[in-house]
Nanobody
Framework: VQLQASGGGLVQAGGSLRLSCAAS????????AAWFRQAPGKEREFVSS????????DYADSVKGRFTISRDNAKNTVYLQMNSLNPEDTAVYYC?????????????????????WGQGTQVTVSS
């Protein structure tokens, strides 16, 4: 599976962006997908994950209520809708995927669980 993230950019605080992660290669519908982010000088951190069917999602506390993950398996694409952005959301955002384990759990926030990674897309939020 190859992953291509896009949709990043510069936005003012309070604004919105939608990131996309397009998958090619094997059928994406059999994969759990996630978004991680890495801010300057910080470790990469978990943002959100979604099951292969899209029926279950998980979010980091810092983005709950503001970000929404979704997927369109017909298009082999996962999305991250980001609303009410603030400067602390500034980071490079990475999409990741792994073969499905069925349900989400504590493991979904661990980078080591994901085999496939996209190249990252920069999100910058100005104050």
């Amino acid at each position: 599976v190859q992953l291509q993230a896009s949709g990043g950019g510069l936005v003012q605080a309070g604004g919105s962006l939608r990131l996309s992660c397009a998958a090619s290669g094997r059928s994406f519908r059999y994969y759990t997908a996630a978004w991680f982010r890495q801010a300057p000088g910080k470790e990469r951190e978990f943002v959100s994950s979604v099951t292969q069917s899209g029926d279950s999602t998980d979010y980091a506390d810092s983005v709950k209520g503001r970000f929404t993950i979704s997927r369109d398996n017909a298009k082999n694409t996962v999305y991250l809708q980001m609303n009410s952005l603030n400067p602390e959301d500034t980071a490079v955002y990475y999409c990741a995927a792994r073969s499905s384990r069925g349900t989400l759990g504590p493991w979904t926030g661990s980078q080591s669980q994901y085999r496939y990674w996209g190249q990252g897309t920069q999100v910058t939020v100005s104050s």
